[in-house]
């Protein structure tokens, strides 16, 4: 499928490799020397860039395939651990040179149950991970000790960490809740709201974050302000939400819902609020969506095999294919260059952003 809005390309296909699974999970190290990526069979591997070889990347096997589904991954701020959760529960890899291939297996202590969130403290190696209707908080400077934050009126739906490390936000039934991460045993804030919250992002100056839910609305809170912005309208459930982190106050957010990309801004006037774009094309479920590092430029990955790439997150520009049967993850390199996907029958495609595009060209 093609499009008289595409314009001339700004990213080329520069590697392709295949895993034996769905494609559950993609994520970059912090220094984009590492991509890790898992699947539906279990794997775990890593894909170490070697740009000066004729092999440009590097396959590290770190968990062979077996009968238990690996569904998210994450290094932490510095990169040296990487986690993996799933069916299995939790593993960790720890890696003490950022720079090379040393990574070892790390033994956790966690209840037994299905993992299918996590995230690390942006500003310290914290890793936070659910547990049915908690979160438990492992730290790698305490490894024998854990936090256990109980969520209670459901499984844990939805996590992630404010910018500066400082609060924890996790969402599932009638709402979300955010704990201080100076203080665990301080009560949580509570947000109520009357259905079950999927999906939460903060923005990156921490001042806003926003919330999907099953009710197809979204909430968004101001720090200190109990009283959200609700946006309703949409078709279904809102899946994903993603945050804009180019130089933009108050930043842009993106939010998924079925076949469709809905833009929100900040208005002017408070009495207006947020106002929105919507940008169509797909024809399947979008499954990703992220902007570009510091920059406008959005990502829509979805199951009709396409990815989009929207200009300033209004217009396309371009459309990525690799997936025939879908995508099903897809993440930027820290920097902005490179766009890793990965695809239902276990594609991995990775797309650099070539000269005539703005950015880095890697060679």
């Not at 296909?13 to 890790?36: C, H, N, R």
């Not at 690799?322 to 902005?336: D, M, N, R, Y």
Request: net charge negative; aromatic share 12%.
């Amino acid at each position: 499928m093609k499009s008289k809005t595409v314009n001339s390309q700004q990213f080329d296909l520069y590697f392709a490799q295949m895993l034996e699974d769905y494609v559950t999970a993609i994520a970059w190290s912090p220094q984009g020397k590492f991509l890790a990526t898992s699947s539906a069979a279990g794997e775990v591997i890593l894909w170490e860039h070697t740009p000066d070889r004729q092999e440009k990347w590097q396959r590290i096997p770190l968990q062979t395939t077996h009968a238990q589904s690996v569904d998210c991954l994450a290094f932490s701020s510095d990169g040296h651990f990487l986690a993996a959760g799933g069916q299995a529960g939790v593993k960790i890899w720890q890696n003490q040179d950022v720079e090379v291939n040393q990574w070892q297996p790390l033994n956790i202590t966690h209840s037994s149950a299905w993992v299918d969130r996590l995230a690390w403290n942006p500003v310290s190696n914290q890793l936070a991970f659910s547990l049915g209707r908690t979160i438990q908080i492992w730290d790698a400077t305490t490894p024998d000790t854990s936090t256990t934050l109980n969520f209670a009126a459901s499984s844990v739906l939805g996590l992630d960490w404010s910018s500066d490390g400082q609060y924890l936000a996790i969402a599932g039934y009638q709402g979300v809740k955010i704990w201080e991460s100076r203080d665990w045993n301080e009560d949580p804030y509570v947000f109520d709201l009357p259905t079950a919250s999927v999906a939460i992002a903060w923005a990156g100056d921490s001042k806003y974050f926003a919330i999907g839910n099953m009710d197809r609305t979204i909430a968004v809170f101001e720090w200190n302000n109990p009283n959200p912005w609700v946006m309703r309208g949409f078709p279904g459930k809102i899946r994903q939400i993603t945050w804009s982190t180019a130089n933009q106050n108050p930043p842009l957010f993106a939010a998924a819902s079925v076949e469709g990309v809905v833009v929100w801004s900040k208005h002017p006037d408070e009495l207006v609020g947020w106002e929105s774009q919507v940008l169509q094309h797909h024809l399947g479920v979008i499954q990703a969506i992220a902007f570009q590092p510091n920059s406008l430029l959005l990502a829509s990955a979805a199951e009709d095999g396409l990815i989009c790439l929207w200009h300033k997150a209004q217009r396309l520009a371009q459309i990525l294919e690799g997936a025939p049967q879908g995508f099903s993850c897809l993440a930027w390199h820290p920097q902005g260059q490179l766009l890793a996907a990965g695809g239902k029958n276990g594609e991995l495609c990775i797309w650099t952003q070539s000269r005539r595009g703005q950015g880095f060209n890697l060679r």
